[in-house]
């Protein structure tokens, strides 16, 4: 309550300021998204939907390297996410279709007092489907409470490339750590084998993150999945570790996937720009296998 | 009460056997990433290895291989040898250093393999057979509880026999002497415990590890040039 509030105003005055609760419009956002090749080869958006704060233009072709594939940006205008937010998004990528999904800006989890925020993410890749799949960084501001799920199911001949980058406060004002509790969990199947199961729990509260074990002096962790059954897994896995270890801000090493499928690529880093750059080289090094070309510029629209 | 006797303490030495270091699984040749942080420089020192210790306990084994286990015996209760399938792939797909992968696999198939040729539990050759990859901790568990060895004994015995697999490999690759190795073991002993009780009860859906730096020293053993271990 203000206090010398003209008389004109004292019946606003009177109102708490309640938070929209859980489910209400603006707090359960929704991203549906099909990718559909066309008989000339040309990917395009078949089908999208979005609920606020989620919000989609059409897709883009102006990735100068693949000129086929359908860029998409989930644009989200509301700045971050705040308690009782739950955002879904859904992507299909049908046979022989590519296309890249990515943000606008990270993603900001604001401070809460109470519930949590959380977001699911579903993706399809049908046969020989090929979808890069790579959102800017995660940001758990000071008190935040994170839920992130990711399932995905990949069919024999597809091919998908996932980034992950998590950047613990704004480092910049010296906020590290300070987040509530973020929980984590990926699952991928692969042709019906389950390949990756990733699940953790960070809580600063309880346990050091800046441990030797844990994440020693760096803040920012960055993950990159490279995975099909169109490569020699073991080549790839070389190539993409001594490339990305040309640059020596960030630590970072790679391995082979269970079943041969593909490629899991760790990173450590001082800042979400080192990891970043560490992961667009592992992009560029997969794009030079896959198809000889580069990856893209950067253009956010 | 003298079979009481008896069985206790044919579990309790089955429970030695299997920590020992005679125990010919291959264990003694993996060091998960252990050798990558001594070839770095970064630890070099006791006090070092006992704080590293502590995350591989915490985050590494606790939160994976106690679950596993643990959910292998209420499995094995039920005789439900689809969802120890279950486990063993799923375990799998928690493994995304290849090393530490093939290490378990490699530990587990050879614990399967001495067992058959020792033991008169007559179901271990069919289980080989439908074992999807037999992971170290599922045979374990099988085993564990075949053997009538309470559960958390068995989770006990392997978090035990890990951390000393790791402080021998330690005292392969730097100098550590016979009495700090007792202290650090001494140090760990109340974790272990907490570790295993804090994890036992939690079931297959919320098997977890995260440590990204183990994880990062694990793949790069894969590329050392020269190494004393397989993993």
């Known amino acids: ?301 | 009460m003298a079979d009481n006797i008896k069985t206790q303490t044919s579990e309790f030495l089955t429970s030695l056997r299997l920590a020992d270091s005679f125990l010919p699984v291959g264990t003694y040749s993996s060091s998960y990433g252990l050798e990558s942080f001594v070839q770095e420089g970064i630890i070099d020192n006791s006090d070092d290895l006992r704080e590293l210790l502590k995350d591989y306990l915490r985050h590494l084994v606790a939160p994976s291989d106690i679950v596993a286990i643990s959910s292998v015996y209420d499995a094995g209760d039920e005789s439900d040898i689809d969802k120890i399938i279950q486990i063993d792939n799923k375990y799998h797909s928690t493994q995304v250093a290849k090393e530490f992968r093939e290490s378990s696999i490699k530990s587990g198939n050879n614990l399967l393999e001495l067992f058959i040729e020792t033991s008169d539990y007559n179901l271990l050759n069919k289980i080989h057979e439908e074992l999807p990859h037999c992971h170290y901790v599922t045979v374990l568990g099988i085993i564990s509880n075949d053997a009538q060895i309470k559960k958390i004994d068995a989770c006990l015995t392997h978090v035990y026999s890990f951390m000393t697999e790791l402080i021998s490999a330690a005292q392969r690759l730097f100098q550590l002497s016979h009495i700090k190795v007792q202290q650090i073991l001494s140090n760990l002993q109340p974790i272990i415990v907490d570790s295993c009780q804090a994890n036992i009860d939690n079931n297959i859906t919320q098997m977890q590890s995260f440590c990204p730096w183990i994880t990062i020293m694990g793949m790069k053993h894969e590329r050392e040039d020269v190494k004393l271990f397989m993993s």
């Open chain 1, 1 to 301: 309550m203000r206090n010398n509030v003209p008389q004109s105003f004292q019946e606003y005055n009177q109102e708490e300021v309640d938070q929209l609760p859980s489910g209400s419009p603006g707090k359960d956002g929704i991203v549906e998204a099909v990718f559909t090749a066309r008989d000339d080869g040309m990917t395009n958006v078949s089908y999208q939907y979005a609920r606020p704060p989620f919000h989609l233009m059409g897709d883009l072709h102006h990735d100068e390297q693949l000129q086929h594939l359908s860029t998409l940006y989930i644009q989200n205008p509301s700045g971050g996410m705040t308690q009782g937010d739950h955002h879904e998004v859904d992507i299909k990528v049908q046979p022989e279709a590519q296309a890249n999904v990515t943000t606008q800006s990270s993603t900001k989890v604001y401070g809460m007092e109470a519930n949590y925020a959380n977001s699911l993410t579903e993706i399809f890749v049908d046969n020989n489907g090929y979808l890069e799949y790579m959102p800017d960084p995660i940001i758990l501001y000071k008190n935040s409470r994170f839920h992130k799920r990711t399932d995905i199911k990949l069919e024999q001949g597809s091919t998908l490339l996932l980034s992950d980058i998590l950047v613990p406060g704004r480092l910049a004002r010296n906020e590290f750590f300070e987040f509530d509790k973020y929980h984590s969990q990926l699952t991928i199947t692969y042709d019906d084998n389950k390949i990756l199961t990733d699940n953790y729990v960070l809580t600063p509260e309880n346990t050091d993150p800046q441990r030797d074990g844990f994440m020693k002096d760096f803040h920012v962790f960055g993950t990159m999945f490279i995975i099909s059954d169109d490569f020699d897994s073991h080549e790839v896995n070389d190539r993409i570790y001594t490339h990305v270890n040309e640059t020596d801000e960030i630590i970072a090493a790679s391995s082979v996937l269970p079943y041969n499928t593909g490629v899991a690529l760790q990173i450590l880093g001082h800042t979400a720009q080192s990891v970043q750059e560490g992961i667009d080289r592992a992009w560029n090094k997969t794009r030079n296998i896959l198809f000889n070309v580069d990856r893209r510029r950067k253009r956010t629209y």
